[in-house]
């Protein structure tokens, strides 16, 4: 069996010879710190941001056969009715924009169909709404 030659009293004696240095420079640690009011006001801000609709594949597919273009007033639009219908609580909304129709899935802020209402084609029923909004 081998033996320890050294006499060591203790660990401490024997740490640099063994233990790198750490020789790493200490930043100053405000640099780093972010106070809680900058937080909470970059969670409000991020929370009061409205969040633009998605279109699922079907909605686009929709928009594509029926030749249907929104323009960036129409998407605005399109945009507030959905944070109107947010704020009353509304869960699955008709969202009419000039001729044109979503059926919107609110929480997920995603346009899951769209027709024009001038398409003679299209029938004017609109069915599994909880609210419907006209901007």
């Known amino acids: 069996m081998n033996q320890i030659r050294n006499s060591y009293a203790s660990i401490e004696q024997i740490q640099n010879q063994y233990l790198p240095q750490n020789s790493k420079a200490v930043s100053s640690s405000s640099d780093q710190i972010t106070s809680f009011q900058d937080v909470l006001r970059n969670q409000l801000n991020e929370a009061n941001q409205v969040p633009s609709v998605k279109f699922s594949k079907h909605a ?23 944070q109107a219908a947010s704020e009353k609580g509304i869960n699955d909304s008709l969202v009419i924009v000039d001729s044109l129709a979503f059926i919107v899935n609110v929480p997920s802020h995603t346009v899951v169909t769209a027709m024009d209402q001038d398409d003679s084609t299209a029938s004017n029923i609109y069915t599994n709404i909880d609210g419907a909004v006209i901007v």
Not at 61 to 74: F, G, K, M, N, V
């Open 60 to 82: 686009a597919q929709r928009l594509d056969e029926r030749d249907i273009l929104l323009s960036a007033e129409q998407s605005e639009r399109l945009n507030a009715g959905v």
